[in-house]
């Protein structure tokens, strides 16, 4: 079960962003991975490590929102649990990601490093990744999510507070490195638009909002996954 992208390398990153925002249809998505796959080379870049980069783009995985977690299970190799229990239905409490949700939005979920791609009313850009010179590589999904996103002193807050919860804190570690979860996955409104909708937001779409909530804000949702 994969509940972070914390391991994988910027430019499979950059794949899977450009996958999700370009794909308007099937055809879309069919024909970027046919592009990337032709180029992938050029795709990735001289960025990270390219082999392990380029095993990451080919064996890249459909990802589906499963259910939310009700325990705990560890991920290791010498006591790590082999059960995990997910809520697949019903109703449930989760933290809300950065942008606002409304009482009855269809609710999608989106990984954190796709932020850069909505605009803040939790619409998707209108704008697609370009390539700067024919075929997209990594360098161009990079200055695409290179905005900067104002956010509110109050949002801010919520989110610093709340991620303490995932052992995440502003200062790093002895070594370095900070410890909790990085590039995890949130909850966002789902906003229908005829013109600009995308396939994998429609297809990622997995509860209803019982109720409104501010960016990072715990919020009651009704997972419906079956029927929606």
Known sequence: ???TLAEMQPAAVNY???LYHNSITMADRDKFVDDVERT???????T???EFAKK???EMPEFFMVGVSVGTAWAHPNSGDTVATVMIGGLRTIMNGAFPVHC???VMWYWEEERPCFRPDGRRLPRKIEGAHGTITSEDVARFIQV???TDADDERRRKFFDRGNGNYAAPSRDGNVKGKQRIAYPKPFRHDDD???IYDRRRVFAKALCSARPYEPVDIMICRQSL
């Open 56 to 58: 990451q783009i080919q």
């Open 16 to 18: 899977l962003i450009a």
């Open 196 to 198: 600009n909708e995308r």
């Open 1 to 3: 079960m994969v509940v």
């Open 40 to 46: 992938i080379d050029r795709f990735v870049g001289p």
């Open 148 to 150: 900067t996103i104002e």
């Open 104 to 106: 009855n939005d269809e």
């Open 48 to 50: 990270g490590n390219l």
